[in-house]
Nanobody, 120 residues
Framework: QVQLVESGGGLVQAGGSLRLSCAAS????????MGWYRQAPGKQRDLVAV???????NYADSVKGRFTISRDSANYTLYLHMVNLKPEDTAVYYC??????????????WGQGTQVTVSS
């Protein structure tokens, strides 16, 4: 199994910043994608940002210019640096990592989620 542990959420005022971290551990052969998703109360889980093995990054339109995704590939750690936070960014943020544990074994793991609350 591949486990993901997230940290860095919290309460911040509008205009503030936070940095989320996600550390992956376990048997990892190769990583295809690492990404952040978020889910607000009563809403579906949506993509925030994702980076693939080649380094291509995609952001949700709502966070472009404010959020930056990065990774430490050697240590299977993912980051999300969020600035100029808005109340509408309030959600539980989840880390996702997809790849292979071996040549014939894929994985698609989720973290436990970390709460981000932005007050107005």
């Amino acid at each position: 199994q591949v486990q993901l542990v997230e940290s860095g959420g919290g309460l911040v005022q509008a205009g503030g910043s936070l940095r989320l971290s996600c550390a992956a551990s376990g048997s990892i052969f190769i990583v295809y994608t690492m990404g952040w998703y978020r889910q607000a109360p009563g809403k579906q889980r949506d993509l925030v940002a994702v980076i693939n093995s080649g380094g291509t990054i995609n952001y949700a339109d709502s966070v472009k210019g404010r959020f930056t995704i990065s990774r430490d590939s050697a240590n299977y750690t993912l980051y999300l640096h969020m600035v100029n936070l808005k109340p509408e960014d309030t959600a539980v943020y989840y880390c996702n990592v997809a790849g292979r544990r071996g040549p014939l074994s894929r994985f698609d793991s989720w973290g436990q989620g970390t709460q981000v609350t932005v007050s107005s």
